[in-house]
């Protein structure tokens, strides 16, 4: 079969980048001139209630422009890269029968790659496992299951945080069902995204620039009610093992909340710092995304949303 020729593909844009650095602020001027919608691709926006640490667009900021893909489960729900594809997939095909143009803001490196590139053939959720295994995290501290990880599959454990022990559960659950290295599977067959033409823009402000819009970020968040946001979620029942209790900056006001182990002020250099480790790491992925065109500034410089704008119509460049 052949493929389909330029001309029959629908267009998508994928606007990546560093928390920060302004990918919704771009998102919704490209989608204003171009007639597009938003998607956003990010795994702490699909859970609801975790509002303003999370980033969420204020409903008020986003300009008309409907915004997809955030606020999709409870907090105590499991959300896969594979859950997001699937409901991508629904949303996509929603936005091109109504003759718009979709326009991911991507912030999650792995839920875009498993948009883009598919996913590998790893075996099912084992309930019977994952239940062992969460009593062994609750027995031994969180860090436990992260070295069972690392003995077991050094690779894995390598590229997953101590403390996320969601994915380290899956991980580990992954190797003993699977009987192979995580890697090994994720490498192998996947099906690819088809019928669109990507066009990907990067955003690459300086480092130190982006550091201190981190900085001023946290900061205004704190000020916008984040602190309160927290006390909310704590008082609603939220347990802290829930996933997004897991997230940059909950984590650390929970604790701020609960054991009043430092001040505001320190807490909150506490989760500017880990921001700015992440957005490294988000870097650092990015970087090895293929045919990006990279553009040296933050999403919402005139210069950049003019550069976009060129890259988007190159026809008419």
């Not at 609801?48 to 606020?71: A, S, Y």
């Not at 994720?186 to 480092?207: C, F, N």
């Not at 988000?282 to 990006?292: A, C, I, K, L, S």
């Not at 210069?303 to 119509?313: D, K, R």
Request: hydrophobic content about 40%; glycine content about 8%; charged content about 25%.
């Amino acid at each position: 079969m052949n493929p389909p020729s330029p001309e029959a593909l629908a267009r998508l844009i994928v606007i990546l980048g560093p928390t920060a650095s302004g990918k919704s602020a771009l998102g919704i001027s490209l989608a204003e001139r171009l007639g597009g919608e938003v998607l956003v691709c990010d795994s702490t926006q699909v859970y609801r209630h975790f509002d303003i640490g999370t980033g969420k667009v204020p409903f008020v900021e986003q300009r008309g422009i409907p915004h997809h893909l955030v606020d999709l489960v409870e907090p105590h729900e499991v959300f896969t890269a594979g859950e997001y594809r699937r409901r991508a997939l629904e949303v996509l095909e929603d936005v091109r029968r109504r003759g718009n143009l979709p326009i991911i803001t991507a912030g999650t490196g792995l839920y875009l790659r498993a948009l883009l590139e598919g996913l590998a053939d790893a075996p099912e959720r084992s309930e019977e496992l994952r239940e062992r295994l969460r009593k062994k995290a609750k027995q031994y501290g969180p860090g436990y299951l992260h070295r069972v990880l690392a003995r077991m599959d050094k690779e894995a454990a390598s590229k997953i945080a101590p403390r996320d022990t969601q994915k380290i559960i899956r991980a580990i659950e992954i190797r003993k069902l699977a009987g192979k290295p995580v890697g090994e599977i994720h490498r192998g067959g996947r099906t690819a995204l088809e019928g669109y033409d990507v066009t990907k823009i990067g955003l690459a402000p300086q480092r130190e620039a982006l550091y201190a819009r981190i900085n001023a970020r946290v900061e205004a968040m704190v000020a916008a009610g984040w602190l309160e946001e927290v006390r909310g979620l704590i008082a609603r029942g939220v347990p802290a093992a829930a996933k997004p209790f897991q997230f940059i900056g909950y984590s650390d006001l929970r604790e701020y909340i609960e054991r009043g182990y430092a001040t505001t002020a320190d807490a909150i250099l506490r989760i500017q710092q880990a921001t700015r480790r992440f957005s490294k790491r988000q870097t650092t992925w990015f970087r090895r995304e293929p045919n990006v065109n990279w553009l040296p500034d933050f999403g919402d410089d005139p210069s950049v949303i003019s550069a976009a704008h060129v890259i988007t119509h190159p026809t008419n460049s």
